[in-house]
């Protein structure tokens, strides 16, 4: 079946290093969703991108879809405590809403 | 807080019970979405529903039904549990079609449901 992959797992930061967690879909999507989820909350919707190549901006998180429409990338800069959670990309292959989830990492920051 | 409430929070229950999920999307969404969250599996997409009707199916088990009613709340039905069916339920609600946000999705609460 399709799939996504997310690698890594966890990541452990010092505060103000960057971070970056990345996504591979075993088949072509339509568009690419980014979430967030903090300990002991919900999945926070971040971001959509849609086009090849797309490269978004959020402050310091920068998002990128591959040429291919098959990987993505979320880029945090200089960490910060309040970035602490699980990122999510959900991969949408027939524009339908039906989001396949990556495995998600779980970012640490230390202080 | 994102507009979308599910109710219980908790639920605790034993194998072969039958349990209920509620489901209430924000004001305005027309799609409501399943989703199971467990350690070993993370987030699975199990059902979707449009203003009424069924859309799409994921990893839904048989002993699992899902409806949304007139007034777009939905419910989870699951049936004959077993241990393995512990894990957080997720309901997301998204905009209407037609809107530019349809693929955003917000999530509920979650319900907890422990089967013992």
């Known amino acids: 079946g399709q799939q996504v992959m997310q690698i890594p797992q966890y990541q452990h930061v010092q505060e103000g290093e960057d971070f970056t967690t990345y996504c591979n879909s075993s088949?072509?999507?339509?568009?690419i969703q980014w979430y967030k989820q903090r300990p002991g909350g919900h999945p926070v919707f971040l971001i959509q991108?849609?086009?090849?190549?797309e490269v978004k901006k959020q402050k310091r998180l920068t998002f990128q879809f591959g040429e291919a429409k098959k990987n993505s990338s979320l880029h945090i800069t200089a960490t910060q405590t309040t970035d602490v959670g699980t990122y999510f990309c959900?991969?949408?292959?027939?524009?339908?809403?039906?989001?396949?989830f990556g495995q998600g990492t779980t970012l640490q920051v230390k202080p | 807080d994102s507009g979308v409430t599910q109710t219980p929070k908790h639920l605790i229950t034993a194998t072969g019970q039958r349990v209920t999920l509620r489901c209430s999307p924000r004001?305005?969404?027309?799609?409501v979405y399943w989703y199971q969250q467990s350690l070993d599996q993370g987030l699975q997409f199990l059902i979707q529903?449009?203003?009424?009707?069924?859309?799409a199916k994921g990893n839904i088990l048989e002993r699992f039904s899902a409806q949304q009613f007139p007034d777009l709340h939905s419910e989870l039905n699951l049936s004959s549990l077993e241990l393995g069916d512990s894990a957080l339920y997720f309901c997301?609600?998204?905009?209407?079609?037609?809107?530019?946000?349809?693929?955003?999705?917000?999530f509920g609460p979650g319900t907890r449901l422990t089967v013992l």
């Open positions: 529903y449009y203003n009424g009707e069924e859309r």
């Open positions: 991108l849609v086009k090849s190549g």
């Open positions: 959900a991969g949408d292959p027939g524009n339908t809403g039906k989001l396949i």
């Open positions: 004001s305005g969404d027309l799609s």
């Open positions: 088949t072509t999507l339509s568009n």
């Open positions: 997301a609600s998204s905009p209407r079609e037609g809107s530019g946000r349809y693929n955003e999705q917000f």
